[in-house]
């Protein structure tokens, strides 16, 4: 009994590491151009208003009001690990999307729309 749990901890521990690395790796692969981009609207109000919208039409449906996630495959857009990332990761992300993973490519939104998506989550992050 005592073998089985430890046995069940680790392979919980396994999962837990492989997750972490998953969800790391496409911050790895941004472009070094990409990731120093600046996003035009950095701190604009109006911008992050414009975002919201375009967030609520669009990503609301998966990651949730307020871009919380739902606690399952659809990760809180708040997180440590993307107020770490660069602006210019966030948008390249958003224009390839991970398909494999559920998340879609947004590249056919206009430019202008992804600055004012980043901007909003930099306002609630
Ligand atoms: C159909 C569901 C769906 C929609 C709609 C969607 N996403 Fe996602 N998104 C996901 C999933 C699933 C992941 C996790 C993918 C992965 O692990 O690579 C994700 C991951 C992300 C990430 C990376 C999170 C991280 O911690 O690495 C960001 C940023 C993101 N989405 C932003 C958006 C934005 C902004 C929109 C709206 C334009 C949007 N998503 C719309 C499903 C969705």
Redesign the pocket.
């Known amino acids: 009994m005592k073998r089985q749990t430890t046995t069940i901890l680790l392979l919980l521990l396994s999962g837990t590491l492989a997750l972490a690395a998953?969800?790391h790796s496409?911050w790895e692969r941004v472009p070094a151009r990409d990731h120093a981009r600046a996003n035009p609207f950095a701190g604009n109000p109006a911008a992050a208003v414009a975002g919201e919208r375009v967030?609520n039409d669009?990503?609301a449906?998966?990651?949730k009001a307020g871009a919380r996630g739902d606690g399952g495959?659809?990760?809180s857009?708040r997180?440590e690990?993307?107020r770490a990332v660069t602006d210019g990761d966030?948008e390249w992300?958003?224009r390839q999307g991970?398909l494999a993973?559920?998340?879609?490519s947004?590249s056919s939104l206009p430019q202008a729309q992804r600055w004012q998506?980043v901007t909003y989550l930099r306002s609630i992050q």
């Open positions: 998953a969800s496409h967030y669009h990503c449906q998966c990651h495959k659809h990760p857009l997180s690990q993307l966030l992300f958003l991970d993973h559920g998340m879609p947004w998506l």
